[in-house]
């Protein structure tokens, strides 16, 4: 009788994660070491140096862009590390290869996963290294998420030595809504956080707090201050509508779009000019321009956060279903396989998709308090979250994943979620 062929996800679930071999782990280091580094203008501040620990330890870091791995990685080599990274990552094929050989560990973003736990327990019982982001994914605002939850439950379970990476200007030089390179200056400081006997002493919301406080970092404000410039083809603002929907002079939504480096409401004139600082410059005296982009992002969501307490608030869309293939894996970049359409809604009785799959009708709920954000993959185009284990990732037809996030977010702690600010 033939073997039944498995799928990729019963492969990737089927890997007992090792270390990694340290040879090839430190060989394609330095490779990005000579690649990277000056290219990104990386400098590293050692408050405390995890190279020192004898024993196994866990590094946690903000995770500001998707070069994380570059400028968490290298301040610590020569050891070597078992990164935690977004299970469907592994469904892509040009990540696949390198994240099997340096034996990355997977984790479903934002809902349980024992495969993750047990895989972290075999590495620091074996006396590896584990270098996790605790937001679950890359920053969309260019400052932090709160970490996942959690994750003081996981730190006090392990109770090994926890170090941190600082990671500021990984943003700038690689933001969310527009996937071209900046290059400009970035620098990671490097302390420590716990010993065993401090996360013994203190509670897991105790830890997640600290953890907050110590990772958190908004790349706008710091470049203020620092005023690096970030080199460009003269799109800085390409993009930026996906971000920041919402104009603050007229109050419309979805009426701001950028072309080249100026940023204007379609509506009312209402813009700016941004500098290769990431500075903004008002069109004229009589424009509304808040002082960074990060205020300009936490003012849409103080705007959401009381939306979402009207009573009879919903909101909808027309979507794209993606799911993950079962036997081969993603090429040319994609981050899912289109499989069907139907519409999102989310209300206070939680979030709905009801459309179609593969041919056949399809329906699924989540509750609030089972949703508290979504994952994002790439660019803000799209948007992601589990449900019964399963990867679901929607494409709205119109330009609003931004707001879907916002609205989703308070709606979970309007609604008494354990996900806080």
Request: charged share 25%.
């Amino acid at each position: 009788m033939a073997k039944k062929k498995m799928t990729v996800a019963q492969k990737i679930r089927a890997r007992k994660i090792k270390t990694p071999p340290k040879f090839i782990y430190r060989l394609l280091a330095g490779v990005w070491k000579l690649l990277f580094e000056k290219k990104y203008g990386v400098s590293y501040t050692y408050e405390a140096d995890p190279r020192k620990e004898k024993g196994p330890h866990i590094v946690v870091s903000n995770h500001a862009s998707r070069a994380d791995y570059i400028f968490t990685g290298l301040p610590l080599l020569p050891n070597c590390y078992n990164f935690v990274a977004g299970y469907n990552e592994f469904h892509r094929s040009h990540l696949a290869g390198v994240f099997g050989l340096l034996q990355v560990i997977p984790k479903k973003n934002f809902t349980p996963d024992i495969y993750t736990i047990k895989a972290i327990t075999r590495i620091l019982t074996s006396g590896g290294n584990i270098v996790l982001y605790p937001e679950g994914m890359n920053s969309i605002s260019g400052a932090n998420q709160p970490v996942a939850i959690g994750t003081g439950k996981l730190i006090k379970h392990f109770r090994v030595p926890v170090y941190y990476t600082k990671i500021q200007g990984g943003y700038l030089t690689m933001p969310k809504y527009n996937l071209d390179e900046r290059c400009g200056k970035v620098e990671v400081v490097i302390g420590k956080m716990f010993t065993p006997e401090e996360i013994d002493a203190i509670s897991p919301e105790a830890i997640e707090k600290k953890m907050n406080e110590t990772l958190y970092h908004d790349d706008y404000a710091w470049n203020k201050i620092k005023g690096y410039e970030y080199k460009n083809d003269g799109n800085l603002a390409k993009g930026l509508e996906t971000l920041l929907y919402y104009c603050p002079k007229c109050g419309k939504e979805f009426t701001m779009k950028g072309e080249g480096n100026v940023f204007r409401c379609t509506h009312c004139g209402n813009g700016m000019t941004i500098k290769n600082t990431y500075e903004m410059i008002p069109l004229d005296d009589s424009c509304v321009i808040p002082a960074t982009q990060t205020e300009w992002f936490n003012l849409q969501r103080e705007r959401e956060k009381l939306a979402v307490q009207a009573p009879d608030f919903c909101l909808t869309a027309k979507v794209k279903l993606g799911n993950l293939p079962d036997f081969e894996l993603l090429k040319e970049q994609k981050t899912s396989e289109i499989v069907g359409e139907g519409t999102i809604t989310l209300t206070k009785d939680g979030f709905t998709y009801e459309g179609t799959r593969n041919g056949e009708n399809f329906r699924f709920h989540l509750s609030t308090g089972e949703l508290p954000t979504y994952g994002m993959c790439t660019d803000i185009s799209r948007f992601y979250t589990f449900y019964n284990g399963e990867f679901m990732e929607f494409y709205p037809e119109e330009n609003s994943v931004e707001k879907w996030f916002l609205c989703t977010e308070e709606m979970h702690r309007f609604m008494g979620g354990k996900w806080k600010e």
